[in-house]
């Protein structure tokens, strides 16, 4: 009769134990990075929505027809300059929330972006990202 080779029930488990103990390294180290890459993302979104911002701004002011609630993206793709409108598209963010504070000569001061449970605070003067 011809032995069957095979793995034992002990060598199949000594595998699996290994197995788990390096899932259970990695799996905290993946999620570290997942949680940066997010940062990352609304760290890009909000950098975009800047300078969406400051386009729409300098135009306004420049047309004299500036005040800081006049900075709105969403009329931006509606507008007749061609400039905005394509670089309102190419700033275009699905969602959230958006608050810009500006000063008396159409700068942007501060934008803030909320999205997904997460808010970002830019500052462009100090160029300086606050995730929350």
């Keep these: 009769m011809k032995k069957l080779k095979g793995f034992t029930l002990v060598e ?23 949680d940066k890459a997010n940062e990352s993302e609304i760290q890009i979104q909000t950098r975009q929505l800047y300078q969406a911002a400051q386009v729409i701004s ?20 509606t507008d007749n300059d061609k400039k905005i409108r394509e670089f309102a598209k190419l700033s275009e ?11 008396d000569s159409g700068k942007i001061t501060k934008i803030i972006y909320s999205d997904a449970g997460k ?12 995730i929350s």
């Design 12 to 34: 199949l488990i000594v595998v699996m134990l290994i197995l788990a103990i390096l899932a259970g390294m990695f799996i905290p180290s993946m999620i570290g990075y997942i």
């Design 58 to 77: 300098t135009e306004n002011y420049k047309n004299g027809g500036f005040s800081c609630s006049s900075v709105d993206l969403s009329s931006a793709v």
């Design 93 to 103: 963010i699905n969602s959230g929330t958006v608050t810009v504070e500006c000063d």
């Design 119 to 130: 808010t970002c605070t830019f500052t462009p003067s100090e160029r300086h990202f606050e």
